[in-house]
C-alpha cells in the first residue's frame, strides 16, 4: 500500500584472489572503488540508495507504531494515496481500521533503479493480523520532491495467505461440483470504474473477483499502475462488505441492488458476472 520493514544489510562478498601481480591490484582497486560508495542500484549513488531505502522503511516504521499521519507524511502530492485522501485526518481514519492489530515487517528490500528524480525498489513484506500471516511483494515507485525522496504509485502481489492450503482445498473439491458458491456470490465478477461518477474516469480502472471456498481473489488493474495488484478478500457477514488483505483503501460494499460495487471513494459498475 498501497502502502506500507527488518533491517537487510546487503554485504559485498570479496572475491577470492587467484592471480598475482598486476591483477590482484585490478581487483584491490575495484574493491576500493566499491567500497567508496560508488554505484550501487543501476544508476544510482550508495547514499541515494540509502535515501531510498529509509524512506520505504520510516513509512512502515510509522505504520506499525500507529503513526499514521507521519506515514501520510511520506507520500508524494501526486501519488494515488494522497489522490484518495486529500488530508492527512482521512488516511488516519481509514488506517485506524485497517491497520489494528497489524504488524508488518520487511523480509527483503532491493533498490532496482534509480533514473534522475524517479526510483523503483521491490520489497517482500510479511504482514500479521487477526487473520493470520500474509507475505506479499510490493513494486514500490519513488519520486523526489523538492530534493526529498517521497512514495509513489504502487503494485502488490501475494505471495502467500493463511488459509492458502485450505484454499486450494476447497477448490480442487468445489471445482468437481462446478462450484456453486462461487456463481451465487454476489461480489463475484468485473467491475469497471463508473465514468460518470469517478474522479479516475481519464485512468481506466477495472475489478475482478472470483472465488474460491471461502477465500477471494480480488485483482485490481489500473492504466497507471496505481493501486493494481492481487489481493485476497474475505466476506463479513457483520454488515455483507468484502475485506481486503492487504487492505490500504477500505472495505467493498454494492448497492442495494447489486449492481454497483463501493472502494476506494470509486463506483463500480459490474461488467460481467
Known sequence: MLGYRLLQRQDIPTPPVRAVGGLVTVILLLLLIV???????????????????????GELRALNTGNFEKSYSYYAPNSET?????????????LNKSMKGANIRILS????????????ATVEEE????????????????????????????NTKILETPNEATSQSASATQSASASPSASA??????????????????DPFTVTITKE?????????RASGGAS?????????ADGSLVLE????GDMSLSDDGDQLYWCSEVFTRVSQ
Open 229 to 237: 495488484g492481487t489481493y485476497v478478500g474475505r466476506y463479513d457477514e
Open 213 to 221: 471456498g471461502e477465500i477471494y481473489q480480488v485483482v485490481l488493474v
Open 127 to 154: 504482514a500479521q493480523n487477526k487473520s493470520g500471516t500474509y507475505r506479499y511483494l510490493v513494486t514500490q515507485k519513488l519520486v523526489k520532491v523538492d530534493g526529498q525522496w517521497k512514495l509513489g504509485n504502487s
Open 35 to 57: 567500497g567508496c560508495g560508488g554505484q550501487s542500484a543501476q544508476g544510482g549513488s550508495r547514499s541515494e540508495e540509502a535515501a531510498v531505502e529509509s524512506v520505504i522503511r
Open 82 to 94: 494522497r489522490h484518495r485522501y486529500k488530508t492527512p485526518q482521512e488516511w488516519v481514519n481509514i
Open 109 to 120: 528490500l532491493k533498490v532496482e533503479d534509480i533514473s534522475g528524480n524517479t526510483a523503483t
Open 185 to 202: 456470490s454476489p461480489f463475484v465478477g468485473r467491475w469497471q470504474v463508473s465514468s460518470s461518477a469517478s474522479a479516475s474516469a481519464n
Open 246 to 249: 492487504p487492505d490500504f483503501c
